[in-house]
Nanobody, 122 residues
Framework: QVQLVESGGGLVQAGGSLRLSCAAS????????VGWFRQAPGKERDIVTA????????YYTDSVKGRFTIARDNAKNTVYLQMNSLKPEDTAVYYC???????????????WGQGTPVTVSS
C-alpha cells in the first residue's frame, strides 16, 4: 500500500511559477512510474507529465513542454513538478499517481493523492 500527499498548489499570476511536491509513504514507491494529472472543472482528468522509476525517462504533454519539469528523489520518496510560465489554462486540480507500467490514461493508475489546486490568474 502506498499513500500519496500532494502539496505546493496555490494562486499565482500568469507568467509565475509553482513547485508541486508528491510525497509517498511505503517502501514500494521506487517500483512505480509517477504521473501528474490535472482536472479542470467539467473536464476530463488528463496526463500532464510522468517519470520513470529511475528518473531518467520522462513524458510531457505538448502544452507544458518547455515550461514544466518533473523530477523524483527516490531517497526521499518524493516527486516534484516545477511549473514555470504558468498560463490561465493551467488552472486545475493537480494529482500525482502511481502506475506499474507507463500509461497516459488515468484509469490505469493504482494509487492517487488527494490533489492540490492550482489557480493561474490573468
Amino acid at each position: 500500500q502506498v499513500q500519496l500527499v500532494e502539496s505546493g498548489g496555490g494562486l499565482v499570476q500568469a507568467g509565475g511559477s509553482l513547485r508541486l511536491s508528491c510525497a509517498a509513504s511505503g517502501r514500494s514507491f521506487t517500483r512505480y512510474y509517477v504521473g501528474w494529472f490535472r482536472q479542470a472543472p467539467g473536464k476530463e482528468r488528463d496526463i500532464v507529465t510522468a517519470i520513470g522509476v529511475t528518473g531518467e525517462w520522462t513524458y510531457y504533454t505538448d502544452s507544458v513542454k518547455g515550461r514544466f519539469t518533473i523530477a523524483r528523489d527516490n531517497a526521499k520518496n518524493t516527486v516534484y513538478l516545477q511549473m514555470n510560465s504558468l498560463k490561465p489554462e493551467d488552472t486545475a486540480v493537480y494529482y500525482c499517481a502511481l502506475v506499474a507500467r507507463w500509461s497516459q490514461y488515468w484509469r490505469d493508475y493504482t494509487y492517487w493523492g488527494q490533489g492540490t489546486p492550482v489557480t493561474v490568474s490573468s
